[in-house]
């Protein structure tokens, strides 16, 4: 991923609106706090910069996980851009920095393909740890060369640092076929194909102002032939298809790849390594726009899966500042479901972390329409006209911790969920919000007066529901990043400044909703 590199890569970074404090209700708390650096289980880049496009990696022969990543530099101190570093864990929930530091670094070189360093992935072959990754130079057009192209670097273990490999020819996109020559040639992602035993790279490219996703095969590593696209994605036209993966779980081949226009990642399924590339059954996207450029992880000694990617931060540390590239990790468990498609959810680890200790959730307000039959039950019946139901509670003095309940409800005209940062009980909150009639789960900072059918969200995940029936939810908080998980197949992560620290609650506007077992812990 390399769009604007030029400009630091801080995407769409206009000033922020001056924020209009809103009245506060007596003992709400709706202000957001500072933004914190003690990130763990959804970590921050060497340095606590942000992190970028993970490049997770299972090391066959010593059996260790690696994430390379992107750190968020550009022309820092040492004159860096995007170099590659890199994180080890044995449970995806605790990360440390590798101690060789700076993995593969930018050249300095003002007309050097690769003055800027852009994503790829890291490959073994006879004991030889091959990274391939996009050369991106800004000034490419005083140079006489192209923008981007793809380049390689390798190394004696997965943990050490890569040489350039200055022999390697760079590829570049195929003149003369309609592509964008000049630019959008980027994300080099390499497997070996289980068919024909070759290797397969998968490369992002532009023709007909449409992204694709181009297709080399070799033998050896080394040398590199052109097949033709690989995928157009089909019915849809895509920007730019950024981040492509290929991996396989079970008998079924995934395709992924995320959206650099909606900023959604999506994937396809196919039997063979190398498609043709379907639409799975059910939705094509387990996750919203907050969690980007997202890439698997297979563990091949016990068949476990893992995704991850990035949270994205916003300028200045503010709701209402401009799209900043880059920011913190997140990992969900990934899973295939009966049907072939995709599921995500929490990590078994991260979930025995954050169940140590319970946490006193306790009430601050409470509509008339919000009801208690039981000391583990809360019923809300939001009236078809006037304020939502609603309870809101003490805000959870906590760097991280996870709240869990069941939800279900008989009917739903509008929406229910939860609140954050309530300024009050019914209008000025955030929303983390079931919309069954869209059947969708959807994150919206519009105030609830305001918040209709056709609001555009901050980010939502498609999710079917169906009345009387109970689904599970679970909220993970560190900071600032918040990641919704439901029902065992889907998930939402969201960069909310206004959620640590804040008066939470739960809500249901024109919908009946019962939210069971409602409960907070921490490590």
Do not use: C
């Given at each position: 991923l390399l769009t604007c590199l030029a400009a630091g890569c801080k995407k769409d970074a206009t000033e922020p609106d001056n924020p209009v404090t809103p009245p506060v209700s007596s003992g709400l708390v709706c202000s957001p706090a500072a933004e914190r650096s003690d990130y763990s289980i959804f970590p921050k880049g060497s340095e606590g910069v942000g992190i970028g496009d993970m490049m997770p990696y299972f090391d066959?022969?010593?059996?260790?996980?690696?994430?390379?990543?992107?750190?968020?530099?550009w022309n820092d101190g040492t004159n860096q851009r995007h170099p590659w570093y890199g994180l080890q864990t044995s449970d995806l929930r605790q990360f440390t920095e590798l101690p060789a530091g700076e993995l593969l670094p930018s050249s300095s070189g003002a007309c050097a393909q690769d003055r800027a360093i852009g994503t790829g992935n890291v490959i073994e072959r006879n004991g030889t740890y091959y990274a391939f990754y996009a050369g991106h130079n800004p000034s490419s057009g005083n140079c006489g060369n192209r923008k981007?192209?793809?380049?390689?670097?390798?190394?004696?273990?997965?943990?050490?640092?890569?040489?350039?490999?200055?022999?390697?020819?760079?590829?570049?996109?195929?003149t003369g076929q309609g592509f964008d020559e000049n630019d959008n040639f980027r994300d080099p992602y390499v497997y070996q194909?289980?068919?024909?035993?070759?290797?397969?790279?998968?490369?992002?490219a532009r023709r007909g102002n449409r992204g694709v996703l181009l297709r080399y095969t070799s033998a050896d590593l080394l040398s590199w032939a052109y097949q033709g696209v690989a995928y157009d994605g089909g019915s849809t036209s895509f920007v730019m298809l950024e981040c492509a993966q290929v991996f396989k779980l079970g008998t079924k081949y995934y395709l992924l790849f995320s959206d650099i226009s909606t900023r959604n990642m999506y994937y396809r399924v196919s039997d063979a390594p190398t498609g043709p590339w379907a639409e799975p059954a059910g939705q094509s996207r387990f996750e919203g726009a907050g969690f980007y450029a997202g890439k698997a992880l297979v563990n091949p000694r016990t068949g476990e899966?893992?995704?991850?990617?990035?949270?994205?931060?916003?300028?200045?540390?503010?709701?209402?500042?401009?799209?900043?590239?880059?920011?913190?990790?997140?990992?969900?468990?990934?899973s295939q479901l009966s049907n072939g498609d995709l599921g995500v959810s929490l990590l078994p680890s991260l979930k025995t972390y954050l169940e140590a200790q319970p946490e006193t959730v306790q009430?601050?307000?409470?509509?008339?329409?919000?009801?208690?039959?039981?000391?583990?039950?809360?019923?809300?019946?939001?009236?078809?006209?006037?304020?939502?139901?609603?309870?809101?509670?003490?805000?959870?003095?906590?760097?991280?911790?996870?709240?869990?309940?069941t939800v279900s409800y008989t009917d739903a005209t509008k929406d229910f969920g939860f609140a954050l940062g309530a300024c009050d009980a019914t209008n000025q909150f955030y929303s983390l919000r079931f919309v069954p009639s869209q059947n969708r789960f959807s994150f919206d900072r519009t105030n609830r007066s305001s918040l209709n059918a056709g609001t555009s969200p901050v980010a939502d995940v498609p999710f079917q529901m169906q009345a009387n029936t109970p689904y599970t939810v679970d909220i993970v908080e560190e900071n600032s990043v918040v990641v919704v998980y439901l029902n065992g197949v889907a998930a939402m992560s969201a960069r909310i400044y206004k959620a640590p620290r804040t008066t939470w609650g739960i809500f249901a506007d024109n919908s009946t909703a019962t939210f069971k077992n409602l409960t907070v812990t921490r490590p």
């Open positions: 066959p022969a010593t059996g260790n996980m690696y994430v390379y990543y992107l750190k968020d530099v981007e192209g793809v380049m390689l670097a390798t190394a004696p273990a997965a943990n050490q640092k890569f040489t350039k490999n200055a022999s390697f020819p760079t590829i570049y996109v195929p194909n289980e068919q024909t035993g070759a290797y397969d790279m998968l490369v992002s899966a893992y995704m991850m990617a990035w949270v994205n931060r916003w300028q200045n540390n503010q709701d209402s500042g401009g799209w900043w590239w880059g920011g913190n990790l997140v990992t969900h468990k990934l009430q601050v307000r409470r509509t008339a329409t919000a009801a208690r039959p039981d000391s583990s039950t809360w019923v809300l019946a939001g009236p078809a006209s006037g304020s939502p139901a609603s309870v809101l509670f003490k805000p959870i003095n906590q760097t991280r911790f996870k709240l869990s309940t």
